[in-house]
């Protein structure tokens, strides 16, 4: 079993920024990938960003590049989400999860965090 934590979500208004954190711990061994996934009201969940673990390696959506940043320490099992320019079409449920290399599913995930922002 592997668990992930996340916090940092709250209120934002238009243009600010957010620091989300997923605290990742148990059987991590071969879940190499930590995504980030938002999920908002009336909306099917999709896909933020990802990095792995061994080589850092980023992926993210068109919809966050530029503003967002995913990043991770290894010595802390933690991985962040740097948000900036916020709008209000960020506002959603975010969640972390894990999945190995060769799998398109994430296997385990988070509670969520909010992250409402404001015009």
């Known amino acids: 079993q592997v668990q992930l934590v996340e916090s940092g979500g709250g209120l934002v208004q238009a243009g600010g920024s957010l620091r989300l954190s997923c605290a990742v711990s148990g059987r991590t061994s071969g879940y190499d990938i930590v995504g980030w996934h938002r999920q908002a009201p009336g909306k099917e969940r999709e896909f933020v960003a990802h990095?792995?673990?061994?080589?850092?390696?980023?992926g993210y959506a068109d919809s966050v590049k530029g503003r967002f940043t995913i990043s991770r320490d290894n010595a802390k099992n933690t991985v962040y989400l740097q948000m900036n320019s916020l709008s209000p079409e960020d506002t959603a449920v975010y969640y972390c999860?894990?999945?190995?290399?060769?799998?398109?599913?994430?296997?385990?995930w988070g509670q969520g965090t909010l992250v409402t922002v404001s015009s």
């Open positions: 990095i792995t673990w061994s080589g850092g390696n980023t």
């Open positions: 999860a894990v999945r190995k290399v060769w799998r398109e599913e994430y296997d385990y």
